[in-house]
């Protein structure tokens, strides 16, 4: 990774930062993390929002795993950066924060460019996908990785339910998508596939889509993909 801004060593590599972490996918995806046993910082535009969705986290694990601040102050505490607000805020979010990344930043994109109308529809986004859309608008020296796509906000959050399928991640840097898959390996019940460059993100929020339609046809809430014969 080369240009932008200087590395931050107060920075804490092992904290994992959730950018508006509050919502249904932040809450659960920082719910798996740190039964994981990882440091989970949640984010928000109010602190006493993000302490609240921490101490819920600490509440349900029985643990300290985690912590709350303002987006702001996620740049100082972490490395690891999951974006979890929903896509149509996501660019301005970006936008907003552009100046606080720093060298060493790895940002993850979990969003989906949904909108409800007569059921899910994908919006017709210039560069192909929301991974994209996001790169585009990215510092050059933050490596994006792209995951979390398929699975359910609301099965991340039953912490007392197994995931039990695969997963993809979707990347333009090897080394962002290896630190970022050894963060990840430690939540049970997963397979973490390689999916490759930030362009099939296009056909995973497809993919999406889809799951959703399923989960509203056949009544659930916990449809997600296994890929067989790997």
Not at 157 to 185: K, M, T, W
Request: net charge neutral; hydrophobic share 40%; glycine share 12%.
């Amino acid at each position: 990774m080369t240009g932008g801004g200087r590395y931050n060593p107060r920075m804490n590599n092992q904290a994992v930062g959730l950018i508006g972490g509050t919502g249904s996918e932040g809450r659960g995806i920082g719910l798996r993390l740190a039964a994981a046993g990882h440091e989970v910082v949640i984010g928000s535009r109010s602190a006493e929002r993000a302490a609240g969705t921490a101490a819920e986290i600490n509440r349900r694990l029985a643990s300290r795993n985690a912590s709350g601040c303002v987006n702001a102050d996620l740049f100082e505490r972490s490395r690891l950066l999951f974006l979890t607000v929903p896509f149509e805020h996501a660019a301005g979010l970006l936008q907003q924060h552009r100046a606080e990344f720093r060298e060493g930043h790895v940002l993850v994109d979990v969003t989906v460019p949904l909108v409800f109308r007569k059921g899910p529809r994908l919006t017709d986004l210039a560069e192909g996908s929301a991974a994209e859309h996001l790169r585009a608008r990215l510092p050059a020296h933050v490596p994006l990785v792209a995951t979390f796509k398929t699975f359910p906000a609301a099965l991340l959050e039953r912490i007392e339910a197994p995931l039990e399928g695969d997963e993809f991640v979707c990347h333009d840097s090897g080394e962002a998508r290896d630190l970022v898959l050894s963060v990840l390996e430690g939540i049970e019940g997963v397979r973490w596939l390689d999916a490759g460059p930030l362009r099939y993100c296009r056909a995973l929020e497809a993919m999406t889509m889809l799951v959703i339609g399923l989960n509203r046809r056949y009544g659930s809430h916990e449809g997600r993909f296994a890929v067989h014969g790997l």
